[in-house]
């Protein structure tokens, strides 16, 4: 059974950090790419970041750039979202998404998701 558990979210004044954390089982973790996904409320969901752990590789979206940073313990099967120098605008459940490695750094569709982490940045 697949499974993406996500944590490490939590209430952060502006300016500060969290480290999301996406511990996954049941499928070859270095095999596939993992996405970090975030939805506030009232918005769509948007992609944030992406990691490729066939090719190592990963993509940011432009409002991230910068101040997140995406990794993977491939020991451990899990993907790590360092998010630095936080802004209001970040507010958002925080998902982890998962699905076989393509040749680009993110796939078009994840097959696989977890039930997300509330992060919340105040002003």
């Known amino acids: 059974e697949v499974q993406l558990v996500e944590s490490g979210g939590g209430l952060v004044q502006a300016g500060g950090s969290l480290r999301l954390s996406c511990a996954t089982s049941?499928?070859?973790?270095?095999?596939?790419?993992i996405g970090w996904f975030r939805q506030a409320p009232g918005k769509e969901r948007e992609g944030v970041a992406c990691?490729?752990?066939?090719?190592?590789?990963?993509f940011y979206v432009d409002s991230v750039q910068g101040r997140f940073t995406i990794s993977s313990d491939i020991a451990k099967s899990t993907v790590y979202l360092q998010m630095n120098s936080l802004k209001p605008e970040d507010t958002a459940v925080y998902y982890c998404?998962?699905?076989?490695?393509?040749?680009?750094?993110?796939?078009?569709?994840?097959?696989?998701w977890g039930h997300g982490t509330q992060v919340t940045v105040s002003s």
């Open positions: 998404a998962a699905d076989t490695a393509q040749i680009g750094p993110c796939p078009a569709e994840y097959d696989y």
């Open positions: 049941g499928f070859p973790f270095d095999a596939f790419a």
């Open positions: 990691i490729n752990n066939s090719r190592g590789v990963s």
